[in-house]
């Protein structure tokens, strides 16, 4: 007998029907044998609704007043698939945040979870009873319904199964697992049977979305495994576990891309100590985080300083460094038509030469690297923003990751 937290997502519990649907899987899980403890979001679209309307009626609303608002949207899940649980002659009990004691601190729209006493869970198992319980909200010590950022359902249920010493923590969603990468730009991408919580840190702050990183974060530091499935087929998913000494780890995990970033360089800054300070400290002073930085080697006393930023930040870190250069001397550039392209893998840590067939797969293809950075499990290039596809492709089939039923599928469905 295993104890399972289960989440679903906004798609998931999209409408009545779907619903019924996961009412259907928890019971198949419950039949399985198993304890089981739900988590829901809102019904999709619901959470932006609400802060549409709080937008409408104040500019700037109050941020203890929009999580009461906003935490509304859960209530209506668990209710619903409380009552779907009943109606199937399944004892079941819904609570909110609040009532399971997700304690967090004060910080309204990012709170912390700080503590969670799941004493009421644990009873209501006891007996017998499926647990449903609202993702995304706690309260904080004044009594103050407080939520968790957006996505945050995915943390509660992951601090739920930790809290609970579940077996492992279910993330069910509109995707059947994690993916090599994303299948819209390659078609060949394959589901990952299973990936290490590093890589899925990567490559969720590169901008895979399935997952809250937070919720990521913290199965990690608690040894929760987690796995990702789809709510509308059938299908393993992937496991996100830690490193297996036993089993070999793939070169390479993943390829992920992030569009949302911009470059400047200062071309000609006089090359002396000091002087990378004085071009980051008043960007990091504005605010402004800085991502890949390239200083390249000095030549009679001058130097290219080259960073990126977010692109919707830009504009305002270009200012800044026109500013800089005025003082210091040089000339700025900048360049928003850029993509960030990163190889994800721990298997990288023990073998050499995944740069170079890396350089090399770009450069069969006529693609030019603007910039390189490299991390323990990590290569990132950043390149003309028109080679996306191109290159992802390119780095996917280079690394042996390429799924060939899935292109005969592709094809299939053109044909
Ligand atoms: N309903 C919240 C949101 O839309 C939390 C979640 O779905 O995880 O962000
Ligand atoms: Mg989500």
Do not use: W
């Not at 299948?183 to 809250?212: C, H, N, W, Y």
């Amino acid at each position: 007998m295993a104890l399972i937290v289960q989440k679903y997502g906004g798609t998931s519990v999209g409408t009545t029907e779907r619903i019924e649907n996961v009412a259907e899987k928890i019971i198949k899980s419950k039949e399985a044998g198993n304890d089981v403890v739900v988590v829901v979001s809102a019904m999709s679209g619901e959470t932006n609704r609400l802060i549409d309307l709080a937008n409408a009626i104040h500019p700037r609303p109050p941020a203890r007043e929009l999580d009461m608002l906003v935490s509304t949207g859960e209530q209506v899940t668990i209710a619903l698939l409380t009552m779907a649980l009943e109606k199937r002659g399944y004892p079941a009990r819904c609570y909110t945040g609040a009532q399971v004691k997700i304690l967090t601190d004060s910080a309204h729209s990012k709170a912390r979870i700080q503590e969670i006493d799941a004493k009421v869970v644990s009873e209501d198992l006891k007996q017998g009873r499926v647990v449903v319980v609202a993702g995304f909200q706690g309260v904080d010590p004044s009594g103050a319904i407080t939520t968790l950022g957006r996505g945050g359902s995915d943390t509660t249920a992951v601090a739920l199964a930790a809290a609970l010493k579940a077996d492992e923590c279910q993330i069910y969603t509109d995707v059947d697992g994690v993916y090599t990468t994303d299948p819209r730009v390659v078609p060949k991408a394959r589901r990952l049977d299973r990936i290490t919580f590093e890589e899925m840190l990567e490559m969720a702050s590169l901008g895979s979305k399935i997952l809250q990183i937070r919720a990521v974060e913290f199965a990690g530091k608690y040894h929760v495994p987690l796995r990702v499935l789809s709510s509308f087929q059938d299908g393993p998913g992937t496991l996100i576990t830690f490193e297996d000494e036993d089993m070999e780890e793939p070169l390479i995990s993943g390829i992920a891309f992030n569009r949302d970033e911009a470059k400047l360089t200062l071309l000609n800054a006089p090359d002396k100590p000091g002087i990378a300070g004085s071009i980051l400290g008043p960007i990091s002073a504005a605010n402004i985080e800085v991502d890949m930085i390239v200083q390249n080697v000095s030549r009679s006393g001058a130097t290219d300083f080259t960073f990126t930023v977010h692109r919707n930040e830009y504009e305002r870190a270009k200012d800044i460094l026109d500013g800089v250069a005025k003082e210091l001397g040089g000339e700025v550039f900048g360049d928003t038509k850029i993509v960030k392209l990163s190889l994800v893998g721990v298997g990288m840590r023990s073998h050499a030469g995944v740069a170079s067939t890396m350089f090399e797969a770009l450069a069969g293809e006529g693609i030019n690297i603007q910039m390189i950075s490299t991390s323990e499990i990590k290569i990132s290039v950043v390149i003309d923003e028109k080679y996306l596809e191109l290159g992802v492709r390119a780095l996917h089939s280079a690394f042996g990751l390429d799924d060939d039923d899935a292109t005969v599928r592709v094809e299939g469905k053109e044909a």
